[in-house]
């Protein structure tokens, strides 16, 4: 098995110390879904759909809305 390159390391290190407050608001796409109260009702109907079902899809473009941002904030400038 061939040795990682210097570099590859460096670049997982820097990576692994990555203490960026951003990284606190990967957390709301995961406490947000679990608060019952949001999902305790059968009102609002979107498009005929049940607000359960509607939630549902809010809640990933949520996850992938703030994952987006976290990663615009933290990528480092020399990074493509």
């Known amino acids: 098995m061939a040795a990682p390159e210097p ?3 460096d670049t997982a290190r820097s990576r692994a110390k990555d203490k960026s407050p ?3 608001l990967l957390f709301i796409p995961i406490v947000v879904p679990l608060i019952p109260a949001l999902f305790n009702a059968d009102s609002p109907r979107l498009f005929g759909f049940p607000r359960f079902y509607w939630l549902q899809l809010a809640w990933i473009l949520l996850g992938v809305g703030t994952t ?3 990663y615009q904030m933290t990528k480092k400038r020399g990074d493509r």
Do not use: G, I, R, S
């Open 22 to 24: 951003w990284n606190w």
């Open 68 to 70: 987006t941002l976290v």
């Open 7 to 9: 570099e590859a390391l």
